[in-house]
């Protein structure tokens, strides 16, 4: 099994002990709409989702659906397992049962087991590096300013994206835009942002006129942006996180990783602009470009070659070193 050494360092270090992966059932209670209870009973796999789960996690499901039933009828482990598959945005706490959870996103105090997120499946992720790698130019074309479009996604009270979208209002070279409306109607979020409708612009901005800018912001939605930042960091262009939620994380969310973008607030952002546009700090902004290139490419050259593969290595590990670790108790 072929995982490079950064994706093999991400899964050593996560915990696959201490959880009850051979249970039935009967052992679970069906609470979160998010969740799906996978048994494999020697010979067959049966999945027991929540009867109000959402299209959404129906969908992610289906994606997930060849890569589980791959790794147990090539495996075929003699026993009988469970576990559950965490398909939402994000678990708040652990299972009280001690039944494994293995999930896209958790908060950073549960003991969840990560997988990288769901762009990665459906292949969002893979399309947006090699709109990276096809569309992008020297940072020095770029234009003197930064770029930020996305929809108003998180919570309506204090929402980082309108905010931010809001403080960039009438500043030359800097493209802020909420380009839909979600989690509410128009109404409701004027009614917490009377001038909202200034910020608000529906044509989807690419990749493409994204990577014009110097300065690419990443602004977290209901928990963590899921594909934004890779792409981000993978560009000639310097990366602000503005606010970043580190009650989150997600498998890619590397100490290695934080070195290679910024972090702001909204209302010191200009402070860290300045910083990157003034011309004597370019060797710093180009260093720090290369070295996020060159780890990203470490990470996901052989995403980007067989995503397939890349992906069934990560499960069939972590499926492996969870059978491991409880056969050996």
């Not at 009650?247 to 010191?268: R, V």
Request: net charge negative.
């Amino acid at each position: 099994m072929n995982i490079n050494p950064t994706v093999l360092s991400i899964l050593h270090n996560q915990d696959y002990s201490n959880f009850n992966i051979h249970c039935q059932v009967s052992d679970y209670d069906f609470e979160n709409p998010e969740h799906v209870f996978i048994y494999y009973d020697k010979h067959r796999l049966h999945f027991f989702g929540h009867k109000e789960a959402s299209y959404v996690i129906k969908v992610r499901l289906n994606i997930m659906l060849s890569y589980i039933q791959s790794y147990f009828y090539t495996r075929k482990p003699n026993a009988q397992i469970g576990f559950i598959l965490g398909l939402g945005d994000s678990d708040e706490k652990s299972n009280s049962k001690n039944i494994p959870i293995i999930s896209f996103t958790k908060k950073s105090n549960i003991n969840n087991i990560l997988i990288p997120n769901v762009d990665f499946f459906t292949g969002t992720i893979h399309t947006h590096l090699t709109d990276v790698n096809r569309y992008d130019i020297d940072f020095n074309s770029k234009i003197d300013g930064s770029c930020f479009a996305g929809s108003s996604t998180g919570l309506m009270n204090g929402n980082k994206r309108v905010r931010y979208c809001l403080s960039r209002l009438n500043k030359n070279n800097h493209l802020a835009k909420i380009t839909g409306i979600t989690q509410g109607t128009l109404g409701e979020w004027q009614s917490v942002f009377p001038d909202i409708e200034s910020i608000i612009d529906n044509n989807y901005c690419t990749i493409q006129n994204q990577l014009h800018y110097k300065i690419v912001a990443n602004i977290d939605g209901n928990t963590l942006c899921y594909s934004r930042l890779y792409w981000q960091i993978l560009s000639n262009s310097a990366v602000v996180y503005i606010e970043p939620d580190t009650t989150y994380t997600q498998f890619f969310d590397t100490d290695e990783l934080s070195k290679f973008y910024f972090i702001s607030s909204i209302e010191e952002v200009d402070n860290v602009y300045n910083y990157i546009l003034d011309n004597n700090n370019r060797d710093i902004i180009n260093k720090m470009n290369l070295d996020g290139q060159k780890y990203l490419k470490d990470c996901f050259d052989g995403y980007l070659l067989n995503k397939e593969q890349f992906l069934s290595n990560i499960l069939v590990y972590v499926l492996d070193r969870l059978i491991e670790s409880n056969n050996n108790e």
